[in-house]
């Protein structure tokens, strides 16, 4: 409930720029996607919305670009269709290995793959892609 009256509160304060840090867990679907409708208004009019989420499926129904992440570091910001729809336009390395890793591409990970040589096949890069042990 708490969660539903932040995101609220944002919506109607007139605030020209929305941190959204993982607005959306526990939320029913419904509701998630009402939200997700308020923040692309939000943004068709104006104002500036920035989803924090590790739902990436849910970044894709609603950003415009999606900033990849890795150790705290941004990898690339790439454009949300790239990911949907054309994959092989991925500018780097680390988001081509995020896209193989997705549950509708296959969780493919393959221990001493490389992207075009961009990333290396080290235990310490697969456990990053992977979220675990290389297998």
């Known amino acids: 409930m708490a969660r539903r009256v932040l995101i609220s ?3 109607t304060s007139g605030a020209k720029l929305i941190i959204a840090d993982e607005p959306t ?6 509701v998630v996607q009402e939200t997700l409708k308020s923040f ?10 920035l989803m ?10 609603i950003a415009d670009r999606v900033a990849v ?3 705290g570091r941004v990898v690339s910001v790439e454009e ?3 990911f949907v729809s054309h994959p092989e336009l991925l500018k780097s390395a680390y988001s081509r290995a995020l896209w193989h890793a997705l549950p509708q591409n296959g969780f493919y990970v393959e ?3 490389t992207y075009n040589g961009e990333i290396s ?7 990053a892609i992977n979220g675990k042990e290389a297998v």
């Not at 692309?40 to 919305?49: L, N, P, T």
């Open 69 to 71: 992440f890795c150790d």
């Open 25 to 30: 867990p526990g939320m029913h679907e419904s």
């Open 40 to 49: 692309k208004q939000m943004a068709k009019s104006g104002c500036a919305v």
């Open 121 to 127: 096949d080290s235990e310490e890069t697969l456990k």
């Open 80 to 82: 949300t269709e790239n």
């Open 52 to 61: 924090i989420t590790h739902d990436i499926d849910l970044a894709f129904s």
């Open 111 to 113: 221990k001493g793959k």
């Open 9 to 11: 509160t944002a919506i």
